[in-house]
């Protein structure tokens, strides 16, 4: 072999090599921006708003009546007919707003059409539900994966945030009476 043909073979390894490289890099940073920890380490699939107050609420199309959210704790979920997990938390979505109703305000909100989310077999959603096929809310949060849920409090503050399904950080049932309590406004002590 020539000594051109040396270098040139060496160079399109080193090209592979470099783009190789360049991928895990790639890789390693999507998995920093995306996949970032926060809640005590919790893994979320969106940027973290914890403690912080919550974007306005905007939907495209409500597919029940419009909650009314004032002075209640607002759970807002972001679900998608084909997602498995979604379709498993909404029955324990179903009994919490059966539950807690004059206290907490639950929303689920898909980006998919209003026809697929009517139209969706074994699906019955009790709390309020709304459509926005832009996602514009799910964008503001960045959010990556789904099921994807946030708590706010009667003012507005996120207190919960991330996978309601994640092993040792799930949303019980639990979590959800701790942070009513924490954060329930107490009526003023008459003097």
């Not at 209640?72 to 059966?98: G, Q």
């Amino acid at each position: 072999m020539k000594q051109k043909e040396k270098l040139k073979v060496c160079f399109m390894i080193l090209k592979t090599q470099i783009k190789a490289i360049a991928f895990i890099w790639f890789c390693l940073y999507c998995t920093i921006c995306y996949g970032q920890e926060s809640n005590n380490n919790k893994k979320l699939w969106a940027k973290s708003i914890l403690n912080k107050k919550a974007p306005k609420l905007k939907v495209e199309q409500w597919l029940s009546d419009v909650p009314d959210t004032k002075g209640k704790f607002v759970l807002i979920d972001f679900w998608a007919t084909w997602c498995a997990p979604c379709r498993r938390t909404i029955p324990e979505l179903n009994e919490w707003y059966k539950k807690y109703g004059d206290k907490l305000a639950i929303i689920g909100i898909s980006d998919e059409a209003a026809n697929v989310v009517k139209n969706a077999k074994d699906i019955k959603i009790d709390y309020y539900s709304a459509i926005d096929t832009k996602g514009k809310l799910q964008n503001e949060l960045e959010v990556q994966g789904i099921p994807h849920c946030i708590l706010l409090d009667p003012d507005g503050i996120v207190r919960w945030e991330g996978y309601p399904t994640l092993k040792d950080n799930e949303l019980t049932e639990t979590v959800l009476t701790n942070i009513i309590k924490k954060y329930s406004k107490k009526p003023a002590t008459p003097l």
